[in-house]
Structure formats: C-alpha cells, structure tokens
Nanobody
Framework: VQLQASGGGLVQAGGSLRLSCAASGRTFSTYAMGWFRQAPGKERAFVAFISWNGISTYYANSVKGRFTISRDNAKNMVYLQMNSLKPEDTAVYYC?????????????????WGQGTLVTVSS
C-alpha cells in the first residue's frame, strides 16, 4: 500500500482543515488506518484511528470532539476533518496503514506511511 497525504496549510486558530490520504493498491479496504502528527522537537504522536470497515474510530484525548476520521473504501481514501484548530495542533500530519483490525496507537504497529503534510495554526 502506498499512501499520500495532502490538505495541510496555514489556518488561523478556530479554523478548519480537511486532510486527505490517497492509497494505492487493491487491498486498501483490508487495512486499518491511522493519523499521526509530529511537532518540531517532539515524537510522532497518535491522533486518530479507523477500522478497515469504518465502524470503529478512536481519538487522542487532545483532539476528541474536534477531529473526525473517516474513510471511503470505494475511493481508497481516508480523511481527517479538523475543526476548532489550536496553535498546539501545529505539526506534520501523517497517515498510516496497518494490517488487522485491532486498535493501536503505537507508530511501530503501522507498516505503511504517507509522506506527511504540514498543518500550521496561527494564534
């Protein structure tokens, strides 16, 4: 599976962005997907998870209620809708895929990664 993230940019605090992750490969629908982010000088951190069928979703406490992960298996796409953005959301955002259906927040559990897209939230 090859992944390509897009949709990042500069937005004011309180604004919204929607990130997209395009996947190649006919087996995309069998992978669980996650979004992670990495701020300057910090480790890569879990943001959101969605199961292969889209039924189960999980979020980091810091984004719960503001971010929504979704997927469209017919289009091989995963999305991250980000609302009420805060300056602390500034980071490079990555989409990632893992085999199986078990929920995981650990980056090491994800085998395939996109290249990242930068989100900058100004105060």
């Amino acid at each position: 599976v090859q992944l390509q993230a897009s949709g990042g940019g500069l937005v004011q605090a309180g604004g919204s962005l929607r990130l997209s992750c395009a996947a190649s490969g006919r087996t995309f629908s069998t992978y669980a997907m996650g979004w992670f982010r990495q701020a300057p000088g910090k480790e890569r951190a879990f943001v959101a998870f969605i199961s292969w069928n889209g039924i189960s979703t999980y979020y980091a406490n810091s984004v719960k209620g503001r971010f929504t992960i979704s997927r469209d298996n017919a289009k091989n796409m995963v999305y991250l809708q980000m609302n009420s953005l805060k300056p602390e959301d500034t980071a490079v955002y990555y989409c990632a895929a893992r085999s199986g259906s078990v929920y995981s927040t650990g980056p090491q559990e994800y085998r395939y990664w996109g290249q990242g897209t930068l989100v900058t939230v100004s105060s």
